[in-house]
Structures are given as structure tokens and as C-alpha cells.
């Protein structure tokens, strides 16, 4: 079955520091992978495609096929990181998005 | 460009109550999708539409119906609404999937309780 897997509920990190939410999925087809950010109480906002390759707010994720990943990476924190992000999935066949139970990130001073 | 919106943003019922959520889109987007968000659980998917008369069930379909009689709305019923169905509804919708712009574009929310 289709699944999204966010290993983490929390990431905490200092200002500066390398962030990096992990997302692994289970899928047969051919995914498409997306984050998505909530800040709070806010709507989801689109964060990245896998398909676009973009970097946007300095966040990058690469999918790798052999491992099933998708991690979202920045280099170096910013407060205004943090949120809620969810990655999710979305099926070839269909048009539904699967979501990860998403990583709350805290940027700390 | 409004994208989607829901409405309305708070409700309270009470048990037993009925109600419908509202949702339109001006993107001409033929898909849309509801799904409630709760604590640790992510969204889960209750119903979804490809387009105007087809509707399908999602992963928590029960206690809820939809219709889609128009490409722009998508509204939500609770049928006799329970303390469980307190949550954060969102309602979505996209483009078809290989399209350059392919993405959700989410509303900005519900805020459910039921008392």
C-alpha cells in the first residue's frame, strides 16, 4: 500500500545550524513528491516539486529512488523556519496526495 | 486570483447537528479534495472528486458526504456530526498530474468543534 513516512514528530536545531526532515515512501508507480509547509494556523503552502528541482527559502530535496527518500535540507536555519512540513505523495494513476503525519521544526535563537 | 476558499473559517456544533462546509475554486482545476487534519495523525483524505459528477471516498469517508455538481465547488455535509469529527477540515484542488503547474493549492481551513 501507498504510505509516506516521517520518522520524526519534532526537529529541534539552533539558528544556523543544517536541517534536514526525513521522508520515505512506499509506492509501486511512478511518484511525485512534494513538501508542503503550514506555518501556524496558516493554509499548506507548496514548498517543493521533486519534478521542478527548485530551491526555494534556501530548502532543497532530492528523490532517491533506490532508497525511497525524498528529505528536505537546508543549510543553515533561519527562525522564520519554523513550522509544520509535510511530505506527501502523489499517485501516477490517480489524483490523490498521500501525506506524511509531518515534523514540526523549531528553530531556536 | 482568490485560489480556494472554504467557508466558514470557525464553527461549533453541537451532536446530532447537521452542516455543510463550503468550497469553491477559480482555478478550473478538475480535481478537488477534502481532508481533516488532527494532532500527530497529518491529513487524511475523506472524499475527492475528478470533476463535475464523479466523486470517490478517501481513507475516513464515514460520517460525511460530498457532491460535486459544478467544476468550482465541493462542499462538505456532516451528516449527524459527532465529538470525533472535531478537527481542521482543508479543502484542495489541482490541475492534473504531469502538468507543468501540478500542485495542490489548499484553503486556508475549517476549524471544526463539535460539543
Known amino acids: 500500500a501507498q504510505r509516506v513516512t516521517q520518522p520524526e514528530k519534532l526537529l529541534s536545531v539552533f539558528k544556523g545550524a543544517p536541517v534536514e526532515l526525513k521522508c520515505n515512501y512506499s509506492?509501486?508507480?511512478?511518484?511525485?513528491l512534494f513538501w508542503y509547509v503550514q506555518y501556524s494556523r496558516q493554509r499548506l503552502q507548496l514548498l517543493l516539486r521533486?519534478?521542478s528541482r527548485e530551491s526555494i527559502k534556501g530548502f532543497t530535496a532530492d528523490l532517491n529512488k533506490g532508497e525511497t527518500s525524498f528529505h528536505l535540507k537546508k543549510p543553515f536555519a533561519q527562525e522564520e523556519d519554523s513550522a509544520m512540513y509535510y511530505c506527501?505523495?502523489?499517485?501516477?494513476?490517480?489524483?490523490?496526495?498521500?501525506f506524511g503525519s509531518g515534523t514540526r521544526l523549531l528553530v531556536r535563537p | 486570483n482568490a485560489g480556494v476558499t472554504q467557508t466558514p473559517k470557525f464553527q461549533v456544533l453541537k451532536t446530532g447537528q447537521s452542516m455543510t462546509l463550503q468550497c469553491a475554486q477559480d482555478?478550473?482545476?478538475?480535481?478537488m479534495s477534502w481532508y481533516r487534519q488532527d494532532p500527530g495523525m497529518g491529513l487524511r483524505l475523506i472524499h475527492y472528486?475528478?470533476?463535475?459528477?464523479?466523486?470517490d471516498q478517501g481513507e475516513v469517508p464515514n460520517g460525511y458526504n460530498v457532491s460535486r455538481s459544478t467544476t468550482e465547488d465541493f462542499p462538505l455535509r456532516l451528516l449527524s456530526a459527532a465529538p470525533s469529527q472535531t478537527s481542521v477540515y482543508f479543502c484542495?484542488?489541482?490541475?492534473?498530474?504531469?502538468?507543468?503547474?501540478?500542485?495542490?493549492?489548499f484553503g486556508s481551513g475549517t476549524r471544526l468543534t463539535v460539543v
Open positions: 506527501a505523495l502523489g499517485e501516477d494513476s490517480s489524483y490523490k496526495l498521500i
Open positions: 521533486h519534478i
Open positions: 509506492y509501486s508507480g511512478s511518484p511525485e
Open positions: 484542495a484542488s489541482s490541475s492534473r498530474p504531469g502538468d507543468r503547474d501540478y500542485g495542490y493549492t
Open positions: 482555478m478550473n482545476h478538475e480535481y
Open positions: 472528486s475528478v470533476g463535475a459528477g464523479i466523486t
